[in-house]
């Protein structure tokens, strides 16, 4: 699982820097596309964070409760 955390992460992380350095740069259909990736991965990300492993992340989990989001 640290595998796909690892890979949304970076697909998060690339993301943002690519909308940020283009400033415009992208014709809006792929700067819609490029948000729409990043939440995706993001989403995911909260979930993946909000499975219970015992001892590992369980504060990520509770904290995600209770926001509602679990």
Same mark, same amino acid.
């Given at each position: 699982?640290?595998?796909?955390?690892?890979?949304?992460? #970076? *697909?998060? %992380?690339? /993301?943002?820097?690519?909308?940020?350095?283009?400033?415009? $740069?992208?014709?809006? @259909?792929?700067?819609?596309?490029? #948000? *729409?990736? %990043?939440? /995706?991965?993001?989403?995911?990300?909260?979930?993946?964070? $909000?499975?219970?492993? @015992?001892?590992?992340?369980?504060?990520?989990?509770? %904290?995600?409760?209770?926001?509602?989001?679990?």
């Amino acid at each position: 699982m640290n595998d796909r955390r690892g890979m949304l992460s #970076l *697909i998060v %992380r690339a /993301s943002d820097l690519l909308l940020r350095g283009v400033h415009g $740069a992208l014709p809006e @259909p792929q700067a819609e596309r490029l #948000l *729409i990736i %990043r939440e /995706s991965a993001r989403r995911v990300l909260e979930i993946l964070n $909000a499975v219970e492993i @015992p001892g590992v992340n369980t504060g990520a989990s509770k %904290r995600l409760k209770s926001q509602g989001a679990a």
